[in-house]
């Protein structure tokens, strides 16, 4: 497997992969990886996919948009293989839960996402656990639900019985938990730790709790989504990123592929992931993008 580590890339680094790509939409040609997926565990076997769907028999086409390069250069890709706009939703998972105080992403972030999908005439659908970051960090309790916007309309996902409790007990106590009060929340579950720098989504909670869950969450619960469909998930991860990226499979079926109980087929494609640094910067600059802030303030 050839590897060219972002920190390796440099400015006389050949692009390979960030070429226009060719228009195969609407032609029955089914994509392959270009490494084979591992099947060396028996979750291995059980998420292998061989072979993505052609594009055109996908219901829908999600591309996880964080609005960095990576997930920029996801969803152009999606369009030069012949993609319809109409076909394709950008969802942006706000880490810091709509807090009116923004901590944790740079704060020009939802203006920039949605001026992109603006830009772009592509569907932007938001999706968020109450509270955020930091929510989840101080938490004592259950975690706090999720939502997501519809149609214009926000709604929440499925809330847990634990969940109804420990909002009661909050509510209650809406200047101060007492000390008897967070005895009581601690028996539905407490966090108060920082993520740890780690391939453990456990242990490295931000990804799982405030990306992840919330995405599963609502592909399963959202109205076009939950029988009958196909859905294929882009995401942008590189394997010159970091050592664990560099083992992620291209393609594999999605933690909410459902096909036995809810007849939905959700696959999860790794669009850009044997990208280099050079490639993503390359796709950008064809497709003549101002890119996120944060890249100019280095």
């Not at 029955?28 to 990886?33: F, V």
């Not at 109205?223 to 970091?242: A, C, F, P």
Request: with cysteine; glycine share 6%.
């Amino acid at each position: 497997m050839e590897l060219i580590k972002d920190s390796e890339c440099n400015k006389n680094t050949p692009i390979k992969y960030g070429h226009p790509e060719e228009k195969i939409y609407v032609r029955g040609k089914a994509i392959k990886p270009l490494y084979p997926s591992k099947q060396s565990s028996e979750y291995d076997k059980k998420i292998y996919l061989k072979e993505l769907l052609p594009l055109e028999k996908y219901d829908l086409i999600i591309v996880l948009f964080s609005g960095g390069k990576d997930s920029i250069a996801a969803y152009y890709r999606m369009l030069e293989m012949g993609v319809p706009k109409e076909k394709l939703e950008l969802w942006h998972h706000d880490i810091d839960g709509e807090h009116p105080t923004r901590r944790m992403d740079w704060p020009v972030t939802q203006a920039y996402i949605r001026a992109f999908a603006e830009a772009e005439g592509v569907r932007l659908r938001a999706s968020w656990r109450e509270q955020g970051f930091y929510g989840e960090l101080y938490r004592v309790g259950a975690s706090h639900p999720i939502r997501y916007e519809d149609n214009g309309e926000i709604k929440y996902g499925p809330i847990s019985q634990a969940q109804l409790e420990s909002a009661w007990i909050r509510n209650a106590h809406p200047e101060a938990v007492t000390p008897e009060a967070e005895e009581l929340l601690k028996i539905y579950g407490h966090r108060m730790k920082f993520p740890a720098k780690s391939g453990d989504l456990s242990r490295r909670w931000c990804s799982a709790y405030l990306k992840i869950c919330v995405a599963d969450t609502v592909i399963r619960h959202l109205e076009k989504t939950r029988s009958n469909t196909k859905i294929l998930v882009v995401s942008g991860e590189r394997r010159g990123e970091s050592a664990g990226r560099s083992k992620y499979n291209e393609m594999e079926k999605h933690r909410v592929n459902a096909t036995a109980k809810a007849m939905r087929s959700v696959h999860q494609w790794r669009a850009v992931i044997d990208y280099s640094l050079r490639d993503v910067w390359e796709v950008l600059r064809r497709h003549k993008v101002t890119p996120h802030p944060c890249y100019n303030i280095g």
